[in-house]
């Protein structure tokens, strides 16, 4: 039997590369000229400080950029509220990572609704596919790429 999973990862190497960039960008800028403005990674969580609302939304385009230059998609951030805090804006922008019960569960049925001879389970934070041929399998990935699912998904673990 052949599979293959159904994963969102995001490789947090490249996140650290994509922040570092960020803020030496920020810091080479004219319009952040001596103004505290910064970009820090703690685990799956950037978080943005600035003095004014509206370098936060400059500095949200530039991770983005700099994100999408190290390959990660930029669908994988999560913004959540911007805080103030004294003189400081805060923001914190989460870096998804797995695929939740409820995506996990649409995926499936997804899958079980095209009636294709291949079989859909929920492991963990992932999918997996097993199905007899690799055509079906192919199928089902160009399936899961046209469709519209709001996080990138990677399909690794091929087995024949």
């Known amino acids: 039997m052949a599979s293959f999973d159904v994963v969102s990862e995001v490789d947090l190497q490249e996140v650290n590369n ?3 960039q960020a803020n030496r960008e920020i810091g080479t800028r004219y319009d952040f000229r001596g103004i505290e403005a910064r970009f820090e990674r703690i685990d799956d969580e950037v978080k ?5 609302d509206i370098q936060l939304d400059q500095m949200l385009d530039v991770l983005r950029s700099k ?6 998609d930029a669908g994988v951030m999560e913004l959540r509220d911007p805080e103030h805090s004294g003189k400081l804006f805060h923001q914190s922008v989460m870096i998804r990572q797995g695929i939740d019960i409820l995506l996990a569960k649409r995926i499936v049925k997804m899958i079980k609704g095209k009636k294709m ?3 859909a389970a929920i492991q963990g934070e992932k999918v997996r596919v097993t199905g ?8 089902v990935i160009a ?13 690794d673990n091929f087995r024949d």
């Not at 943005?48 to 004014?52: D, F, V, Y």
């Not at 007899?132 to 199928?139: I, V």
């Not at 399936?143 to 990138?152: A, G, N, R």
């Open 143 to 155: 399936l899961l790429k046209e469709s519209d699912i709001e996080i990138p998904l990677q399909y």
């Open 132 to 139: 007899k041929k690799r055509d079906d399998l192919q199928k």
């Open 117 to 119: 001879k291949v079989q």
């Open 48 to 52: 943005l400080t600035a003095e004014a």
């Open 67 to 72: 994100l999408i230059k190290r390959s990660i």
């Open 18 to 20: 994509a922040v570092d």
